[in-house]
């Protein structure tokens, strides 16, 4: 079963897997049977809006939480996505995340939540395939998600390539009517040519610029500079990793639409987020 079976398949082995292979198998066979028997949960993190500081939306963030009582019980991303990109089972999670993350809206749709726009984290691996348009609009009619409310964040190296396959795949998630977002914004590869030509409706500056935001100088200059550059463009411009007040009140000044990031709140599990939910207004939070 070592074979690959053309690009659209999953690729189970390859040459970069020659290091540890025995590792690999072990993790790929744990990684399945976190899927089969549902040790994967989403985490909520809110998005707020400066102007109103309110919660205008959540990132669903994937944890594994694995079933072994103690420390480590709990793994994040930075542990497993990696390996699942490589090992193609980030195909299966990929789709399971996107399918959670939709009957989640519906169902605090069905609890009379106010509603809030999802948005969920989307592979390379993920992206590059044939299917995904058709995947999207699957999950889309599968949940009755209304399009609108989904944000599928994509990373600059998906879309750095400016071939005419990547611009009727994002075309054609547009007609679906998903709301598509560029994460990580400035640390990849950016390209005017693909601000031009893609059909983008959102920025999401990286943490790493916001973190010494306002007193690097660097930073800050980069940070303002996005902020007007999607202001132009007529793109929403949000902020990752805003931990300070001094932060928030920076980017208010710069009329950044949204900040996301610790002192607004953590990622949260399903329990812990209701609340706040309810609540729907932060002042409390953030004063
Ligand atoms: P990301 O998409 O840039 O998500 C934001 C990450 O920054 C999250 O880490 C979040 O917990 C963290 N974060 C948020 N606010 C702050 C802050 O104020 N300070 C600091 N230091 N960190 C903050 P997390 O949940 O560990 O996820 C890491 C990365 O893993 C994500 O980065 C995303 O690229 C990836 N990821 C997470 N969930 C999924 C998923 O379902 N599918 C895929 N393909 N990737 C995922
Ligand atoms: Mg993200
Ligand atoms: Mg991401
Ligand atoms: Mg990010």
Redesign the pocket.
């Known amino acids: 079963y070592a074979k690959s079976h053309g690009r659209n398949k999953y690729q189970f082995f390859n040459p970069s897997m020659n290091e540890g292979t025995l590792e690999r198998l072990q993790f790929m066979y744990d990684l399945r049977r976190a899927l089969d028997e549902n040790e994967l949960s989403?985490?909520y993190?809110p998005r707020m809006e400066t102007a109103s500081k309110r919660i205008v939306g959540l990132?669903?963030?994937?944890?594994w939480i694995s079933p072994e009582p103690g420390a480590g019980r709990i793994r994040?991303?930075?542990e497993f996505?990696s390996l699942?990109?490589e090992t193609g089972l980030?195909i299966p999670?990929?789709e399971w995340?996107l399918r959670a993350a939709c009957n989640q809206y519906k169902e605090w749709e069905r609890q009379g939540m106010p509603p809030l726009r999802i948005s969920?984290?989307?592979?390379v691996v993920?992206f590059g395939r044939d299917e995904f348009v058709s995947l999207i609009r699957r999950i889309l009619e599968e949940t009755a998600m209304p399009p609108d409310m989904l944000e599928l964040?994509l990373?600059e190296s998906m879309v750095m390539k400016s071939d005419e396959e990547v611009i009727l795949k994002l075309r054609q998630l547009k007609e679906l009517g998903v709301f598509l977002s560029i994460?990580?914004f400035g640390t990849g590869y950016s390209s005017f040519t693909y601000l031009k030509h893609f059909p983008i409706d959102a920025l999401?500056i990286?943490?790493s610029f916001i973190q010494d935001v306002p007193h690097g100088v660097r930073d800050t200059a980069i940070t303002k500079t996005i902020i007007a550059l999607g202001r132009r463009l007529g793109l929403k411009v949000v902020a990752?990793?805003?931990?300070t007040k001094e932060q928030l009140a920076f980017l208010s000044s710069r009329k950044c639409d949204e900040v996301?990031?610790?002192?607004i709140s953590?990622?949260l599990a399903v329990e812990e987020i209701e609340p706040l939910l309810r609540n729907g207004n932060l002042s409390d939070t953030i004063g």
């Open positions: 989403l985490y993190q990132e669903a963030l994937v944890r994040m991303p930075q996505i699942a990109e980030i999670l990929g995340v969920v984290n989307i592979s993920q964040e990373t994460d990580d999401k990286d943490r990752e990793g805003v931990e996301q990031g610790y002192l953590k990622p």
